[in-house]
């Protein structure tokens, strides 16, 4: 009997894209040095969370988006069946995250931002690119789920003081922070060499320039949501995470936030959205099964 089985594993669709979900969000957390966010400096803006909460968050939702990526497969199409039965894991899956950080709301805009991308590429996993999957996944968003409570959340409460609607239009718009800002400047930073890093800080600083981010609104209100947006476009004005200048700002905006007490946690989710689909759009392995 040997310790090691060291033939490849055979592992199914659902199961890869749970694995891209998870890494997506372990990637999100290291990622450094991000405004105001944890990672892996320290804490940023929170006093309740640290990396390792993130981490295991992260981990603990894996049975949930492999259960959404089988649903999916199961229903084979968008529909309202698939819809609730989404909501219904979400919620399940939201308890397992609270149950694994005791109570902290680590992932919840995640759960809902990868669950429904997670679920539109198993849909049709030959159709992985990020238009095609981001308007799967605005379809199922528009569906309304009747089983969903109505909780007053922080993005409702901002929502009735300041009319963002937060992750919900987001979603049901197709993702343009992800489409239009974030996946654009990954690769712009990328093909200018300026190494993979810098390339993803870069593509949550363009998240960051235009989000009307709930979590930074409900915690800093407009004063907050201004500073991120301008301290953003700041950064990649004098050259991006890659350059001195850029690096000098960033380091300000950081500051800036943490003094405001606005953690664009919101920007964050979608930054793990976008190297999710980053990497099904690259093929990654989502169709070939094999680890
Ligand atoms: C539709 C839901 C997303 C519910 O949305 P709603 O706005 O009503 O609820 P919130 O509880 O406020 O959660 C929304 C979270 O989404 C993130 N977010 C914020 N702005 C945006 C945006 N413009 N675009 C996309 N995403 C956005 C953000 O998540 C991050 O922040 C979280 C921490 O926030 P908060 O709890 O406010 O924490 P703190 O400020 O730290 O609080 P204190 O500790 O100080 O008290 C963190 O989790 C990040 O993830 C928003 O928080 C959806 O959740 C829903 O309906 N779910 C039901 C299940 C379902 O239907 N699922 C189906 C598909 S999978
Ligand atoms: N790195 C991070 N720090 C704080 N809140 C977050 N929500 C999602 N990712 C986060």
């Known amino acids: 009997m040997h310790a090691f089985n060291l033939q490849p594993k055979t592992i199914s669709v659902a199961e890869r894209l749970a694995d891209l979900a998870v890494d997506a969000l372990i990637d999100e957390a290291d990622l450094s040095p991000k405004p105001a966010l944890v990672d892996r400096r320290g804490n940023g803006a929170h006093t309740d969370l640290h990396l390792g909460l993130m981490h295991a968050s992260a981990l603990s939702l894996w049975p949930a988006f492999k259960e959404m990526a089988e649903t999916a497969i199961e229903c084979g199409e968008v529909g309202l069946p698939l819809r609730e039965a989404l909501g219904r894991i979400g919620r399940e899956g939201e308890q397992a ?3 694994t950080t005791h109570g902290v709301n680590t992932h919840r805009g995640a759960i809902w931002a990868l669950g429904l991308l997670v679920a539109a590429a198993a849909l ?5 690119g990020a238009s095609a999957v981001t ?3 605005a379809r199922l968003a528009l ?7 109505r909780p007053l959340s922080h993005g409702a409460q901002v929502a009735q003081r300041y009319g963002a609607r937060g992750a919900r239009e987001e979603a049901q718009l197709g993702f343009p922070a992800v489409l239009q800002r ?4 990954l690769k712009r930073s990328r093909s200018l060499g300026h190494g993979e890093q810098n390339a ?3 593509a949550l600083l363009a998240i960051m320039t235009r989000l009307a981010d709930t979590c930074v609104l409900y915690r800093a209100g407009e004063q907050g949501l201004h500073t991120m947006q301008s301290g953003a476009q700041a950064v990649l004005d004098a050259g991006g995470s890659a350059s001195l200048a850029g690096r000098r700002r960033l380091h300000e905006l950081d500051q800036q936030l943490i003094a405001l007490n606005a953690s664009p946690g919101g920007a964050a989710d ?5 190297l999710f689909i ?5 093929g990654a392995g989502v169709t070939q099964g094999v680890c």
């Open 278 to 282: 980053d990497r099904i759009e690259s």
């Open 270 to 274: 979608l930054l793990a959205a976008c």
């Open 143 to 149: 569906l309304d789920d009747r089983y969903a409570p």
């Open 135 to 137: 308007l799967r996944a």
């Open 200 to 202: 993803r800080l870069d």
């Open 97 to 99: 995250m609270l149950a």
């Open 124 to 128: 049709e996993p030959e159709s992985s």
């Open 182 to 185: 974030a996946l654009p400047q």
